[in-house]
Protein backbone atom coordinates (compact mmCIF):
# COMPACT_ATOMS: atom_id res chain seq x y z
CA UNK A 1 0.00 0.00 0.00
CA UNK A 2 0.94 3.44 -1.06
CA UNK A 3 2.19 5.77 1.86
CA UNK A 4 -0.26 9.25 1.75
CA UNK A 5 0.94 12.36 0.19
CA UNK A 6 1.90 13.94 3.64
CA UNK A 7 4.29 11.37 4.27
CA UNK A 8 5.94 11.25 1.23
CA UNK A 9 6.35 14.81 1.49
CA UNK A 10 7.86 14.86 5.31
CA UNK A 11 10.32 11.85 4.30
CA UNK A 12 11.24 12.77 0.33
CA UNK A 13 14.38 14.96 -0.61
CA UNK A 14 14.85 16.92 -3.32
CA UNK A 15 18.33 15.89 -3.58
CA UNK A 16 17.05 12.02 -3.40
CA UNK A 17 14.79 13.19 -6.19
CA UNK A 18 17.80 14.96 -8.16
CA UNK A 19 19.55 11.14 -7.84
CA UNK A 20 16.78 9.81 -9.93
CA UNK A 21 17.69 11.93 -13.41
CA UNK A 22 21.20 10.85 -13.51
CA UNK A 23 20.45 7.53 -12.80
CA UNK A 24 18.01 7.17 -15.71
CA UNK A 25 19.84 9.41 -17.83
CA UNK A 26 23.37 6.64 -17.43
CA UNK A 27 21.37 3.57 -16.16
CA UNK A 28 24.38 3.46 -14.08
CA UNK A 29 25.21 4.02 -9.81
CA UNK A 30 28.65 4.53 -10.43
CA UNK A 31 27.91 7.50 -13.02
CA UNK A 32 25.03 8.99 -11.22
CA UNK A 33 27.04 9.04 -8.27
CA UNK A 34 29.70 10.95 -9.92
CA UNK A 35 27.40 13.37 -11.54
CA UNK A 36 25.86 14.30 -8.15
CA UNK A 37 29.25 14.27 -6.45
CA UNK A 38 28.24 11.12 -3.92
CA UNK A 39 30.01 8.04 -3.42
CA UNK A 40 28.46 4.87 -4.69
CA UNK A 41 27.72 3.47 -1.69
CA UNK A 42 26.08 6.91 -0.39
CA UNK A 43 24.35 6.96 -4.44
CA UNK A 44 22.98 3.45 -3.23
CA UNK A 45 21.66 4.70 -0.05
CA UNK A 46 19.48 7.88 -1.35
CA UNK A 47 17.86 5.24 -3.67
CA UNK A 48 17.13 2.47 -1.40
CA UNK A 49 15.51 5.97 0.64
CA UNK A 50 13.48 6.91 -1.79
CA UNK A 51 12.26 3.35 -2.48
CA UNK A 52 11.77 2.97 1.48
CA UNK A 53 9.80 6.13 1.38
CA UNK A 54 7.42 5.59 -1.40
CA UNK A 55 7.04 1.69 -0.16
CA UNK A 56 8.06 0.36 -3.91
CA UNK A 57 11.04 -0.52 -6.47
CA UNK A 58 11.79 1.84 -8.48
CA UNK A 59 14.47 0.21 -10.67
CA UNK A 60 15.83 -3.09 -11.65
CA UNK A 61 19.04 -4.34 -11.21
CA UNK A 62 21.24 -6.23 -13.43
CA UNK A 63 24.82 -6.76 -14.75
CA UNK A 64 24.37 -4.43 -17.81
CA UNK A 65 23.44 -2.05 -15.20
CA UNK A 66 20.32 -0.25 -13.40
CA UNK A 67 16.85 0.44 -15.37
CA UNK A 68 13.47 2.16 -14.07
CA UNK A 69 10.15 0.24 -14.04
CA UNK A 70 7.21 1.41 -14.82
CA UNK A 71 6.70 2.85 -11.57
CA UNK A 72 10.34 4.05 -11.62
CA UNK A 73 9.37 5.89 -15.15
CA UNK A 74 6.51 7.66 -13.18
CA UNK A 75 8.63 9.13 -10.38
CA UNK A 76 11.47 10.12 -12.88
CA UNK A 77 8.49 12.05 -14.78
CA UNK A 78 7.78 13.72 -11.63
CA UNK A 79 11.15 14.23 -10.38
CA UNK A 80 12.63 16.41 -14.11
CA UNK A 81 8.93 18.72 -13.62
CA UNK A 82 9.95 19.23 -9.64
CA UNK A 83 13.65 20.22 -10.61
CA UNK A 84 12.55 21.98 -13.48
CA UNK A 85 9.94 23.91 -11.29
CA UNK A 86 12.88 24.65 -8.73
CA UNK A 87 14.85 26.16 -11.75
CA UNK A 88 12.16 28.35 -12.24
CA UNK A 89 11.65 29.36 -8.93
CA UNK A 90 15.10 30.43 -8.33
CA UNK A 91 14.55 32.67 -11.94
CA UNK A 92 11.96 34.07 -10.51
CA UNK A 93 13.26 34.70 -7.38
CA UNK A 94 16.49 36.33 -9.17
CA UNK A 95 14.23 38.44 -11.94
CA UNK A 96 12.14 40.11 -8.46
CA UNK A 97 15.35 40.57 -6.68
CA UNK A 98 16.96 42.54 -10.34
CA UNK A 99 13.58 44.15 -10.78
CA UNK A 100 13.04 43.10 -14.54
CA UNK A 101 10.16 40.67 -13.48
CA UNK A 102 9.46 36.70 -13.30
CA UNK A 103 8.34 34.19 -15.35
CA UNK A 104 4.74 33.54 -16.82
CA UNK A 105 4.20 30.39 -18.70
CA UNK A 106 0.62 30.21 -20.50
CA UNK A 107 -0.92 27.10 -21.69
CA UNK A 108 -3.81 27.81 -24.51
CA UNK A 109 -5.74 25.56 -26.71
CA UNK A 110 -4.55 25.98 -30.89
CA UNK A 111 -7.67 27.84 -31.65
CA UNK A 112 -6.73 30.47 -29.50
CA UNK A 113 -2.88 30.89 -30.08
CA UNK A 114 -3.74 33.16 -33.62
CA UNK A 115 -6.15 35.48 -32.41
CA UNK A 116 -5.38 35.79 -28.78
CA UNK A 117 -1.68 34.69 -27.52
CA UNK A 118 -0.02 35.88 -29.80
CA UNK A 119 -0.97 39.39 -30.20
CA UNK A 120 -0.45 39.38 -26.69
CA UNK A 121 3.18 38.80 -26.16
CA UNK A 122 4.06 41.88 -29.10
CA UNK A 123 6.21 44.68 -27.24
CA UNK A 124 6.74 47.88 -28.88
CA UNK A 125 10.24 48.16 -30.75
CA UNK A 126 11.30 51.16 -28.80
CA UNK A 127 11.33 48.42 -26.04
CA UNK A 128 13.81 46.05 -27.35
CA UNK A 129 17.65 46.41 -27.27
CA UNK A 130 18.14 43.91 -29.35
CA UNK A 131 15.85 40.96 -31.66
CA UNK A 132 13.81 38.87 -29.18
CA UNK A 133 14.08 34.76 -29.13
CA UNK A 134 11.84 32.05 -29.41
CA UNK A 135 13.56 29.85 -27.82
CA UNK A 136 12.85 25.39 -26.99
CA UNK A 137 11.77 24.70 -23.18
CA UNK A 138 14.95 23.90 -21.36
CA UNK A 139 14.28 20.58 -20.83
CA UNK A 140 14.40 19.91 -24.40
CA UNK A 141 17.55 18.79 -26.06
CA UNK A 142 16.87 21.21 -28.63
CA UNK A 143 17.40 23.94 -26.25
CA UNK A 144 20.93 22.97 -25.77
CA UNK A 145 22.19 23.81 -29.56
CA UNK A 146 19.74 27.64 -28.96
CA UNK A 147 22.01 28.47 -25.88
CA UNK A 148 25.18 27.57 -26.79
CA UNK A 149 25.07 28.77 -30.47
CA UNK A 150 23.78 31.67 -28.61
CA UNK A 151 26.92 32.58 -26.04
CA UNK A 152 29.20 32.10 -28.92
CA UNK A 153 27.53 35.02 -31.63
CA UNK A 154 24.20 36.45 -29.99
CA UNK A 155 23.78 36.83 -26.42
CA UNK A 156 20.35 35.84 -25.59
CA UNK A 157 17.94 38.46 -23.72
CA UNK A 158 16.67 37.91 -20.00
CA UNK A 159 13.21 37.38 -21.41
CA UNK A 160 13.31 34.90 -24.07
CA UNK A 161 9.90 33.41 -25.26
CA UNK A 162 10.00 29.44 -24.83
CA UNK A 163 7.74 27.42 -26.89
CA UNK A 164 7.72 23.61 -28.16
CA UNK A 165 4.85 24.00 -30.53
CA UNK A 166 5.87 24.80 -34.23
CA UNK A 167 2.76 26.50 -34.98
CA UNK A 168 2.85 28.65 -32.32
CA UNK A 169 6.60 29.64 -33.77
CA UNK A 170 5.69 30.23 -37.02
CA UNK A 171 2.57 32.50 -35.96
CA UNK A 172 4.76 34.49 -33.51
CA UNK A 173 7.36 34.74 -36.13
CA UNK A 174 4.77 36.74 -38.26
CA UNK A 175 2.97 38.46 -36.30
CA UNK A 176 6.65 40.41 -34.70
CA UNK A 177 9.30 40.69 -37.51
CA UNK A 178 11.87 41.54 -34.45
CA UNK A 179 11.62 38.16 -34.00
CA UNK A 180 14.70 35.26 -34.39
CA UNK A 181 14.03 31.37 -33.74
CA UNK A 182 16.36 28.48 -34.17
CA UNK A 183 14.65 25.54 -36.55
CA UNK A 184 15.89 22.51 -37.85
CA UNK A 185 16.79 23.16 -41.33
CA UNK A 186 14.43 21.21 -43.01
CA UNK A 187 11.88 23.32 -41.28
CA UNK A 188 13.36 26.64 -41.93
CA UNK A 189 13.55 25.79 -45.81
CA UNK A 190 9.46 25.29 -45.94
CA UNK A 191 8.96 27.90 -44.20
CA UNK A 192 10.97 30.60 -46.31
CA UNK A 193 9.75 28.76 -49.58
CA UNK A 194 6.22 29.66 -48.61
CA UNK A 195 6.96 33.26 -47.33
CA UNK A 196 6.17 32.10 -44.09
CA UNK A 197 9.98 32.88 -42.37
CA UNK A 198 13.43 33.77 -43.58
CA UNK A 199 16.30 32.53 -43.01
CA UNK A 200 19.50 34.28 -41.59
CA UNK A 201 22.87 34.00 -43.50
CA UNK A 202 24.41 32.39 -39.69
CA UNK A 203 26.27 29.30 -39.72
CA UNK A 204 25.21 27.57 -36.21
CA UNK A 205 26.85 24.36 -35.21
CA UNK A 206 24.73 21.96 -33.66
CA UNK A 207 25.55 20.56 -30.39
CA UNK A 208 22.56 18.36 -30.43
CA UNK A 209 22.77 14.18 -29.53
CA UNK A 210 21.69 12.08 -32.77
CA UNK A 211 18.27 10.64 -32.18
CA UNK A 212 17.03 6.99 -33.18
CA UNK A 213 13.40 5.01 -32.40
CA UNK A 214 13.02 3.58 -28.60
CA UNK A 215 11.83 0.17 -27.92
CA UNK A 216 11.22 -1.96 -25.08
CA UNK A 217 14.15 -4.22 -24.82
CA UNK A 218 13.03 -8.01 -24.61
CA UNK A 219 9.29 -7.03 -26.37
CA UNK A 220 8.33 -7.91 -29.83
CA UNK A 221 6.91 -5.43 -31.76
CA UNK A 222 3.22 -5.56 -33.23
CA UNK A 223 2.66 -5.75 -36.65
CA UNK A 224 1.62 -1.49 -37.21
CA UNK A 225 4.80 -0.31 -35.48
CA UNK A 226 7.13 -2.86 -37.11
CA UNK A 227 6.08 -1.63 -40.09
CA UNK A 228 6.45 1.83 -39.49
CA UNK A 229 9.71 0.97 -38.34
CA UNK A 230 11.01 -0.78 -41.30
CA UNK A 231 9.67 2.50 -43.39
CA UNK A 232 11.55 4.99 -40.96
CA UNK A 233 14.54 2.80 -41.31
CA UNK A 234 14.02 2.35 -45.66
CA UNK A 235 14.14 6.49 -45.83
CA UNK A 236 16.62 7.04 -43.91
CA UNK A 237 19.03 4.37 -45.89
CA UNK A 238 17.49 5.95 -49.07
CA UNK A 239 18.64 9.38 -47.77
CA UNK A 240 22.26 8.94 -47.23
Given at each position: MLPNADSIAARLRLKQLRLLIPLDDHGSLHRA????????????????????TLGVTLFTRSAQGIQPNELGR???RYAR??????????????????????RLAIGAITGAVSGVLVDAP?????????????VYPSIMPSAASTSGSSRKRLPLPLHPVETASTITTVLLLQSDPTLVAMMPLDMATFLAGHGLAKRLAIAVRSRTEPYGVVTRKG??????ARLALEELTR??????
Open positions: ADEMALTQPGATKALREIEACVILIHMDVAHLREEMAGILQGTGGRMELAELASSRWIVALPAPQKTADR
